[in-house]
């Protein structure tokens, strides 16, 4: 009689057909070990990773610097309440704050940091009585209320509904139309220097400095949120920094402790006394943990030179796509800022997704057409390079197929 042969993961999907909520969408496999940019299924299977952690794990699996922190880190002290002073709180605040600007609030993921801005902008307006805040169309800051409803994307509110009050949404690179929104109740703009899950859109020149110029007019809040284009992602330690365009308040999480959860908010010096004790807060935000492997996380990018890494490589990659550009017609558009990149096609992109999955690389596809790689910043540039390969002879195959 033949065997049919079980997936160890078999083992773990049951345990989640039981008792894991079925909110998530997920490849009937199971991850159980990580190395650099590869990771492993329970039956051996090997992945090249080149969105790991969903642009979480920015400097790939486990990597040892993080590893070393977190394990001290945790044999002395893992939490203590935000009502004593944490050493580690400060030492990763004063490098952020330093390699941006102002104060660090410091939270567990990117819709709380979202939370925390938006919180901000409201209690600076509230003696003006200015409440809204204009976001865009195609953004993404997270599942909470606040965050959702900044959201300008309606798949994500229906069902929902009533969402937050006083938001409102523009285009993108429509500046008439952001004036058009602005009155005397409006407190904030919020938006990403580089849409990531609205795939990988980039703002044309001069929009996000016009933006700037409005807030400065009208005494709005420019707030950006960097939870996707924070700690290194674009080849400078923040987005804005390749913009010339400073905001008053960044958001960040992702990356920000290589993978252990992790959000911050920094504010402009003169706000940060407007999140007054009392008015905002987290059990767990800058717990020493976490502040450990985030200081052990920018430490590893400083030390290793690895933003000039991103730099080069995001031209590496540049130059492969825009040649693969150039044989097929089926990619309308390649969008690269460092190590945020997207090919956006002419047909849907998670088929190709699949079949880059079968042929042992990982990447996403989001926004219909646009196929996404997060590859980790320290990738090695022949890991990156297999996979484009990969990617190529894919999209090949589907440029040939009968449509
Ligand atoms: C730009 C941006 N903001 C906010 C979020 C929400 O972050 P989190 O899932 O950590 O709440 C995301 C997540 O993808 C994001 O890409």
């Known amino acids: 009689m033949t065997q049919v042969a079980v997936s160890k993961s078999q083992a773990t999907i049951d345990l989640f057909d039981q008792y894991v909520i079925p909110n998530y969408r997920r490849y009937p496999i199971a991850l159980v070990r990580g190395e650099g940019s590869h990771v492993w299924d329970a039956d051996g299977r090997r992945f090249l990773d080149l969105f790991p952690g969903w642009g979480c794990n920015i400097l790939g699996y486990s990597p040892p610097a993080v590893v070393k922190a977190i394990q001290e880190q945790a044999a002395k002290l893992i939490h203590i309440p935000n009502t004593w002073y944490i050493e580690e709180q400060g030492r990763f605040a004063e490098f952020l704050c330093t390699r941006s600007f102002g104060k660090a609030f410091f939270c567990n993921s990117g819709a709380e940091a979202n939370e925390a801005a938006i919180k901000l902008a409201r209690l600076h307006g509230s003696a003006q009585g200015r409440f809204r805040i204009i976001t865009f169309e195609h953004g993404f800051h997270g599942r909470t209320f606040g965050a959702l409803t900044a959201t300008a994307q309606p798949k994500y509110h229906e ?41 990988v859109r980039i703002p044309e020149p001069g929009f996000l400095q016009a933006l700037r110029d409005l807030c400065d007019e009208h005494g709005l809040l420019l707030m950006f949120d960097e939870v996707q284009t924070g700690m290194g992602r674009t080849g400078t330690w923040f987005g804005y920094q390749q913009t010339g365009v400073k905001p008053d308040v960044i958001t960040m999480a992702k990356g920000l402790a290589a993978g252990v959860a992790c959000g911050a908010m920094i504010c402009r010096d003169e706000f940060a006394a407007d999140l007054r004790p009392g008015m905002h807060a987290s059990t767990f935000g800058g717990n020493s943990l976490a502040m450990a492997a985030g200081l052990a996380t920018g430490l590893t990018i400083e030390h290793d030179g690895i933003l000039k890494h991103v730099r080069e490589l995001a031209e590496e990659a540049r130059t492969y796509l825009t040649a693969l550009q150039q044989r097929l017609p089926i990619i309308r558009e390649i969008r690269i800022c460092g190590m945020m990149i997207g090919i956006d096609l002419n047909i849907p992109s998670t088929p190709a997704v699949a079949k880059c999955m079968e042929r042992g690389v990982l990447i996403n596809a989001t926004n219909n057409t646009v196929v996404r790689l997060l590859p980790a910043l320290n990738v090695p540039k022949s890991d990156l390079m297999e996979g484009l390969e990969i990617i190529s002879s894919v999209l090949e195959e589907m440029a040939s197929e009968p449509v």
């Open 159 to 199: 069902g929902l509904g009533p969402m937050l009050a006083g938001f409102r949404y523009s285009k993108m690179n429509d500046i008439e139309g952001v004036k058009s929104l602005i009155d005397n109740e409006t407190a904030a703009i919020m938006i990403e220097p580089i849409q990531g899950e609205g795939g």
